[in-house]
């Protein structure tokens, strides 16, 4: 079984910036997609970002490109999410997934077998 653990949330002002991580354990890491997720109060779980396994395709959600990176380390089985130039409508809990299906879908929630605890994100003035 994978477990993971994210942190790195935390609260800042708009135009402000945090690194999120997420560790896995539990089995080999480079066979895992990795994919990022947000929730914010009153709305439905939602995409952001999501990683191959080896670390050469990056996808997105539309509202997070140019300000959002993820990047992983295999060698450290660690996930990242650099947000850039936060808003307040990036406030959410910020949740790590990871997948070793064949043929996913990076935006599919249904497609990620294992979930972290969440770590909260809020921008606020």
């Known amino acids: 079984q994978v477990q993971l653990v994210e942190s790195g949330g935390g609260l800042v002002q708009p135009g402000g910036s945090l690194n999120l991580s997420c560790v896995a354990s539990?089995?080999?890491?480079?066979?895992?997609?990795m994919g990022w997720f947000r929730q914010a109060p009153g709305k439905e779980r939602e995409f952001v970002a999501a990683i191959s396994r080896t670390g050469t395709s990056t996808y997105y959600v539309d509202s997070v490109k140019g300000r959002f990176t993820i990047s992983r380390d295999n060698a450290k089985n660690t996930v990242y999410l650099q947000m850039d130039s936060l808003k307040p409508e990036d406030t959410a809990v910020y949740y790590c997934?990871?997948?070793?299906?064949?043929?996913?879908?990076?935006?599919?929630?249904?497609?990620?077998?294992?979930w972290g605890q969440g770590t909260q994100v809020t921008i606020s003035s």
């Open positions: 997934a990871t997948t070793n299906i064949v043929g996913w879908t990076p935006a599919k929630a249904d497609d990620y077998a294992y």
């Open positions: 539990g089995r080999t890491f480079s066979r895992y997609t």
